[in-house]
């Protein structure tokens, strides 16, 4: 695809957000009118049982569906170039489990290692981050891009299994937190803690558009790179720290979101046929963002006969394109 049609595609995409953004705010068990919509966003009147809804409840979860998509999309691109593997992703390679296990010992034992008013999301940063380090020292010693992503599902079910053995031991309560926190969910964060949120994630989302000609590079593969001048070693620890930002604050506050970091940076060069990761990370943030909101969207017009899990929904769909994904090599 040229340049020309993709950024039109892009555009494309740029324009779907807030159409389906609107949807969100206007979809649920409590139907809320297009007009009151967007009164509630520039007209606020706290009065209104429909703007309290929208402001309190709706603009919270459509607004952390924008970044989870977007976040994790990215996350997921950085890992599939930095490993050369279309089949890595933040939840394949077990980060977000690094995420899971740290933010599992907050709630499960209680023990803290941030003690702070945001400790749960520093928590998860480490968590990610240390997982992150361990993948990327283990990519060093192993060539087979099968072995690495063997030992990332090796290294999450050893972190799933420290999880069980905390369950066994937590308190009901610490339990019951715990498992509605992994089953995900859009709806955990306040209108308050929103604006530090963004910040977060936009700053990780911008400074990885620095990166672009490294990761470019990346494709071609690492002696290569070297010869071009590319300090191999800043790019990877680059795209750890970017990752470990991204998928450890929507870990915190979503839950683990499996297979969107997987699927979406994939389904995204399926279509646009392109390796410039000016393009693709464009791509992936806007198309991330659109397939969680949709997700979204599905999930508020379910509700009223079937609650579904953010993070049961993005498997359902994601699992079943993975597999197409391996097939679709083999063949």
């Not at 409840?57 to 890992?79: D, K, N, T, Y």
């Not at 499996?258 to 410039?276: C, E, M, R, Y």
Request: proline fraction near 3%.
């Amino acid at each position: 695809m040229s340049k020309q049609k993709a950024y039109i595609w892009i555009s494309i995409l740029l324009f779907c957000i807030p159409i389906f953004g609107i949807a969100d705010l206007m979809i649920g068990e409590i139907s809320i009118p297009i007009k009151d919509c967007f009164n509630a966003l520039f007209n606020y009147d706290d009065n209104s049982v429909n703007h309290i809804i929208i402001h309190e409840f709706r603009i919270p979860r459509m607004v952390m569906a924008i970044l989870a998509g977007a976040a994790l999309a990215v996350s997921g691109l950085l890992m599939q170039t930095l490993f050369n593997n279309q089949l890595a992703g933040p939840y394949v390679l077990g980060i977000n489990s690094g995420a899971s296990l740290f933010i599992g010992l907050f709630i499960l034992t209680g023990f803290q290692f941030f003690n702070t008013e945001h400790g749960m999301l520093f928590s998860a940063l480490l968590g990610a981050f240390i997982l992150g380090i361990i993948m990327l020292i283990c990519s060093l010693f192993v060539r087979s891009n099968l072995s690495l992503l063997l030992i990332g599902i090796m290294l999450s079910s050893f972190m799933g299994a420290i999880i069980n053995l905390m369950e066994t031991f937590a308190e009901s309560e610490k339990l019951k937190g715990f498992f509605f926190w992994s089953m995900g969910s859009l709806q955990r964060v306040e209108f308050s803690q929103l604006s530090w949120i963004i910040i977060i994630i936009l700053i990780a989302l911008i400074f990885s558009f620095t990166i672009v000609k490294p990761l470019n590079t990346l494709v071609i593969g690492e002696e290569q790179s070297q010869i071009l001048g590319i300090k191999i070693k800043q790019v990877r620890l680059s795209c750890i720290a970017i990752t470990a930002i991204l998928t450890g604050t929507i870990t915190a506050y979503c839950g683990p979101i499996a297979f969107l970091g997987l699927a979406v940076p994939n389904l995204s060069k399926i279509i646009f046929k392109t390796q410039d990761h000016k393009i693709l990370l464009f791509v992936n943030i806007f198309l991330g963002a659109t397939f969680m909101l949709l997700c979204d969207i599905l999930i508020q017009m379910l509700e009223s006969m079937v609650l579904i899990p953010v993070n049961v929904l993005t498997s359902l769909i994601g699992a079943p394109f993975i597999i197409y994904l391996v097939i679709r090599k083999k063949s």
